[in-house]
Every structure is written in structure tokens, then in C-alpha cells.
């Protein structure tokens, strides 16, 4: 597995300079206040001032400093020390007191010690992910008594697509042995100068419910949505603000689903 780990931070470590300066991500209109959180993920959250939140997987930070800029107290983790390095940085230069840890997720006990209010992580997180049941874990163990887990991610249909010809190309249920792709371009820059490895696991709704179920989570909210937050072909119709549809899908598909648990 440490294979597959290694080749993903590489791969995610790459990533980073070219997201800082992809549209997607809106760098300019991040730095100059915008939210970067997508309405459902803040209508999922709720109102998150004076709480502690852990944001599992957050990239270089913008969701996490969102976050803090929201009042929270926010903790990001992420596997990759160069989406770290720059996410502290944003903070200092934002004046903001968000905390970021390095590590693997499944790690993430050896690396931070309090419990959280609120865990929370949004788009393109478990498909790195190999099994659901430790991450679960990972999960209720930093709740507090009362907290919530706010997970939203792109629909285990929408992963089954080949994401540059909009085909059918992978299995719904988790296979268990990675998907590995060779992959030209980023989701945020198709023509970025960047051609690597990435290995991946396609988790089916039954086996994230089931996962969160076994860890002993509570189900309060589940939503499957009919457009993506963000234009990830690059080539998406735009049907209104954040809200984008694949122009060679005729029939309402579900692009991204909410889960909201809490922990007893
Ligand atoms: C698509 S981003 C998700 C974040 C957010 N939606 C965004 O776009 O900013 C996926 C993140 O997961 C991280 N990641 C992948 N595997 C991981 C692991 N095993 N432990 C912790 N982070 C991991 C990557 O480094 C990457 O920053």
C-alpha cells in the first residue's frame, strides 16, 4: 500500500503549483475574501463559528481558511507536504490561525491529540483512499460526543466515468486493487505540462454508509445532487452560479451526494 501512498503525494505534490494558478480554483478571488465552499457544503456545515472543525484532505488550504475566515478554530491535514507548505503560507499572509498537519489520513492519530466539533471533507477525497472502515475510524475517533461528520463528495457514478471522454469506464463497487491511470493534465488544467501515475478505489454508497454505520455514526442527512460545484471537464454548461452539468449526459445524473452523521 506505502506504493500507492508514495506515487499519490508525488502526484499531489506536483499538483499544487499548477492549482494555484488554475481558474478553478480562483486564487485572485480567494485572496480577496471570497469563500471557496460551494453552497451545499456550507448549508451542510451550518454555522461553524467558535467550533472546531478537522478538514480531512484539504489540499492547499482554501477550504480550510474559508473556514477560519468563518470563525472557526480549523484544523486541515493532507498527505501532501507541498499542498502543507503553502496552506500554512496562505494563512500567515491572510492573518488567519488555521493549523495544518502533514500526514497520511490513516496516520492521522499519531499526529493530533483533541477532538473536534465538527470533521469535515468535500470532493475528490475517498477516491485515494483504499477501505472506508479505518478511515470511519479515523472519523468518530475525532469527534466529540455530539459532533457532526459534514461529507460531501462526487457520486461513486460519476467516478465510474472516464473523466475525459465521459464514458463508462470503471467498476461501481470498490475492486479492492487500485485503478491506476496515466493521466495528462489536472482536473482544474486539462492542458497543464504534467503527465504521472495516479492509483485510485471507487467506494459505492452502500460501502461509505456502511463503513460509517460500523463505526457506530448516527445517519442525519443524505442528499445526491444533480449538478457539480465545479466544472472539473473544463467544458461544462454552466446552468447557474456553481452549479455546472456535462454536455454529453441527456438525463438528470447525480454528480455529487451530502452525508451528515453524528456521533452519540
Ligand atoms: C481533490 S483534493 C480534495 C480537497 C478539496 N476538495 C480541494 O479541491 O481543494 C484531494 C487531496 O487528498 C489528499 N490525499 C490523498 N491521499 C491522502 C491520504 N492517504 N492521506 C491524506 N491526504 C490524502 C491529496 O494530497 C489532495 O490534497
Redesign the pocket.
Known sequence: MQEY?DN??AL?NA?VPI?LDAEL?NMEAFMAGES?LDKATLKHLGDVSGKKVLH?????G??TLSLARMGAKATG????DV?VDKARELNDTLGLDARFVC????DAKDHIDEKFDIVFA????II??PELDAWADIVQHFLKPGGRFVFLDFHPVMDMLNWDTCAFEYHYFNKQEPYMEITQGTYADANADIKMKEYFWNHSLMEVIQALQKANLKMETMKEYDYSPYDIFGEMIKRSDREYTMKRMPVAFPYFYALVYSKG
Open positions: 501512498y499519490n503525494k499531489w499538483k492549482h480554483y471557496s480531512l484532505q484539504c489540499h492547499f482554501q477550504d491535514l493532507d498527505i501532501s499542498a500526514c497520511n489520513i490513516f468535500s470532493f475528490g477525497t485515494w483512499l
